[in-house]
């Protein structure tokens, strides 16, 4: 679909409208072509609407947080992009329950809990997405995941129905729900936390954060893990038992640090990441008979067939 008829379908339809937009400036690997159009609204109505038009029009509509569990390919995405970040990211604590637009950034929201002696969110205060995102994929860290604490989620179907989900129907598996499958758009979730003393929340933080530090390539543009780990085992292992930290493509490179990361060392391109992962799938498969399986979601499409 050309960009004019973009136009006349999604004018003023929310108060940033941005056409060709390059998807590098929205995910935290700096890589990814652009999108026919990114939508950044910024209420509940604007959000439906969006939907909405998007599901009349046969347009395909793909839902983007931080992009941080993302590998955009160069030729970027067709259709529309809806990005639910800092402009729709409202928070409310009350009792022992913590209630956030999906924009909200999880990190923030769970510093939030801490301050107001709240536990059970802490363990997303190094997960660099958004609430939507976390949601999505049932992110954890550190014996922790969202399907834990998450007591409802507020969705709008393709149809533009809003509705709550409760965990057992959004089907939560190890980084899985059923949002994508089923083209959802998460626009808020609520979490019932437990009462918690303030200072020793925020020292536990404190002692993740400086391992994070230490053992995270986080100086460099990344997607965090790029693997999930296999049953009873640990992807970086298998990588870099493999011999393949600091394996070099392009400008995209498998971390010396931590070798389930791969960073951006420059203007990293979508293929050459592409090239690195098929290289550790097919080298951990020939050394360790596993296949590592990708925790990003690979999206977008290929610079050739643009
Ligand atoms: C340095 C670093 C460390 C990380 N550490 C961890 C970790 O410890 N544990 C962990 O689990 N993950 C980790 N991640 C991965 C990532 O941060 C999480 O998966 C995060 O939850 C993704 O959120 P996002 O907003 O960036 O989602 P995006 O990457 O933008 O999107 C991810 C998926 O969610 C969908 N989505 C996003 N928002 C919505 C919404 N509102 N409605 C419907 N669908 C939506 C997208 O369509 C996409 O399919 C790390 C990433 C980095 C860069």
Same mark, same amino acid.
């Given at each position: 679909m050309g960009r004019p008829l973009l136009e006349s379908i999604f *004018? &003023?339809? *929310?108060p940033t409208i941005l056409y060709d937009e390059p998807l590098s400036m929205h995910t935290t690997w700096r890589i990814g072509g652009p999108a026919d159009v990114l939508i950044v609204p910024t209420t509940l109505e604007e959000v439906r609407t969006v939907v909405l038009t998007a599901h009349a029009n046969q347009i395909p509509l793909f839902i983007i947080g931080r992009g941080s569990n993302l590998l955009v390919m160069d030729g970027g995405m067709r259709g529309a992009v809806l990005k639910l970040g800092d402009k729709f990211a409202s928070v409310d604590v009350s009792d022992h329950s913590l209630t956030a637009l999906a924009g909200r950034s999880i990190v923030s929201a769970a510093h939030i809990a801490i301050r107001h002696g !709240?536990?059970? !969110?802490?363990? *997303?205060? &190094?997960?660099? &997405?958004?609430i939507g995102g976390a949601v999505t994929m049932n992110a954890g860290a550190h014996g922790g995941e969202i399907k834990n604490v998450l007591a409802k989620a507020t969705v709008i179907t393709p149809a533009g129905t809003i509705t709550e989900l409760f965990p057992d129907e959004l089907e939560f598996r190890y980084r899985h729900s059923i949002v994508r499958e089923q083209h959802l758009t998460i626009v808020q979730a609520q979490f019932d936390l437990q009462p918690g003393d303030s200072n020793q929340l925020q020292e536990k933080v404190r002692t993740w954060s400086k391992r994070r530090l230490a053992t995270q390539p986080l100086s460099l543009p990344n997607c965090g893990s790029v693997f999930r780990n296999p049953p009873g085992d640990f992807a970086a292992r298998l990588i870099e038992n493999a011999g393949l930290k600091g394996l070099r493509r392009g400008n995209a490179m498998i971390s010396e640090l931590h070798a389930n990361f791969i960073v951006n060392? &420059?203007?990293?391109r979508a293929t050459d990441v592409l090239w690195l992962m098929c290289c550790v799938q097919e080298t951990v498969q020939q050394r360790f008979g596993i296949r590592l399986e990708p925790e990003v979601r690979i999206v977008g499409e290929d610079e050739t067939r643009r």
């Open positions: *004018a &003023g339809i *929310a !709240l536990s059970g !969110l802490e363990f *997303a205060t &190094g997960i660099p &997405g958004t060392v &420059g203007q990293a």
